[in-house]
């Protein structure tokens, strides 16, 4: 859901940013839950979704990535360092002050919640990056 509201925004704003979505534990092309379809319709967004893993490439290739929870902050930091990166991307929390618990199997009101949690949080962290086309010459993706 946080890519998709991110997109959203970019796209609305303009922003010359390039979105990759992935998970540490993702099922390859599982689609969303319901819930989240659910969530995300609610607020125009209908686009469908499928999960990737989180990859070497998208971590070489990423400008920052954001994390909803610091065990995966933690996880992706010790990735990047087994890989041995020259210049590893910073690993961000997408809410400064808490984990962003997941919400499968915790029912509908959390997902709409979590919408409408992304929409306060996503802009306040793409204010927080210096996007510029200097970035994304870079070849380097948020």
């Not at 890519?3 to 959203?8: L, N, S, Y």
């Not at 689609?31 to 209908?46: M, N, S, V, Y």
């Not at 990423?62 to 909803?68: C, G, K, L, T, Y």
């Not at 002050?97 to 409408?116: H, N």
């Amino acid at each position: 859901m946080a890519a998709a509201i991110t997109r959203q925004y970019a796209l609305q704003h303009k922003l010359p940013i390039t979105l990759r979505s992935a998970g540490l534990h993702a099922r390859e092309g599982d689609t969303i839950t319901p819930e989240a379809e659910f969530a995300l319709r609610q607020i125009g967004i209908t686009e469908n979704h499928t999960s990737r893993g989180l990859s070497r490439e998208i971590l070489e290739s990423s400008h920052v990535i954001f994390v909803m929870e610091a065990w995966q902050a933690e996880a992706i930091e010790a990735s990047m360092e087994s890989y041995a990166f020259p210049c590893p991307p910073p690993v961000r929390m997408l809410d400064h002050g808490a984990d962003i618990v997941d919400p499968l199997g915790r029912g509908q009101a959390v997902y709409d919640e979590l919408v409408c949690r992304f929409r306060e949080l996503i802009p306040a962290r793409l204010s927080e990056l210096e996007i510029s086309a200097t970035a994304e010459s870079r070849g380097r993706n948020p």
